[in-house]
């Protein structure tokens, strides 16, 4: 890292979006402040946050006088500045094809992320009263099945390396932890990959920590939800 001061980061860790910054953050193994913004208490909706985040949203960083929120966007740039300090240029690369290509994945994994979404619903279970999309699984699976044919030649998604896009495709895959749903015979690469980002040195503090803490608030929601349909 430069002699910058640290990275302001905004977030929280239950937010997938936000896990998926803060993979990066680790990977790169740049310091940063943890600022926790409660979105479920209003807190992203002060005037002094929207001068971070213009649409009051997690996650959001700043780096000295320099604001930016979007996950993707924020992921990009924090790899574009200071990748080549920590060595990790790799995880998103400098040339204008191979970005573009990366892109390319950031963009798609939007679409994978929304089908996860909409199949496990945590909006509508925590909020609405709703249960887990299951009319949405067919769709979903379809969406995992991309995933398993970009595995087809490689590793990790996108090459034999762990790369940005990784981390932006794996937070949609581990949103299917606060189901039940465990029927990956069809997926084993996405099984050997997802293995792979389980092993990563921060994965309990940003993933399985909060994935437990966002599990149990859904499960236990969902028996609230059809205990109130009866
Ligand atoms: N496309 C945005 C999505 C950010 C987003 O929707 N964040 C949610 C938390 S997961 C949020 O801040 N919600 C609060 C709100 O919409 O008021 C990104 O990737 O950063």
């Known amino acids: 890292m430069s002699a910058k001061t640290k990275i302001d980061f905004y977030t929280m860790d239950t937010s997938p979006p936000?896990?998926?910054?803060?993979?990066?953050?680790?990977?790169?193994?740049?310091?940063?402040?943890?600022?926790?913004?409660?979105?479920?208490?209003?807190?992203?909706?002060?005037?002094?946050?929207?001068?971070?985040?213009?649409?009051?949203?997690?996650?959001?960083?700043?780096?000295?006088?320099?604001?930016?929120?979007?996950?993707?966007?924020?992921?990009?740039?924090?790899?574009?500045?200071?990748?080549?300090?920590?060595?990790?240029?790799?995880?998103?690369?400098?040339?204008?094809?191979?970005?573009?290509?990366?892109?390319?994945?950031?963009?798609i994994g939007e679409n994978i992320t929304d089908s996860i979404v909409n199949y496990v619903n945590p909006g509508g279970v925590l909020f609405r009263g709703e249960q887990t999309r299951h009319e949405k699984l067919a769709e979903m699976k379809n969406y995992l099945g991309m995933i398993e044919r970009m595995l087809a030649d490689h590793t990790y998604t996108t090459a034999d390396n762990l790369t940005v896009a990784d981390f932006f495709y794996y937070i949609a895959v581990t949103l299917l932890n606060l189901t039940d749903f465990k029927d990956f015979d069809d997926f084993p690469k996405l099984v050997a990959w997802r293995k792979k980002m389980e092993a990563l040195p921060y994965h309990k503090k940003t993933c399985d920590e909060p994935l437990a803490k966002f599990r149990e608030a859904y499960q236990a929601k969902l028996k609230e939800n059809a205990a109130k349909k009866c």
Not at 66 to 82: G, Q, T
């Open 18 to 107: 936000c896990r998926a910054v803060w993979m990066v953050l680790e990977e790169l193994g740049i310091p940063y402040n943890e600022h926790y913004v409660n979105v479920m208490k209003g807190e992203q909706k002060t005037a002094e946050y929207q001068k971070i985040s213009f649409r009051q949203k997690v996650p959001a960083i700043k780096d000295g006088e320099f604001c930016l929120a979007e996950s993707r966007a924020v992921a990009a740039y924090l790899i574009s500045e200071y990748g080549e300090n920590q060595k990790k240029q790799h995880l998103y690369p400098q040339d204008n094809k191979s970005r573009a290509k990366m892109d390319q994945h950031l963009y």
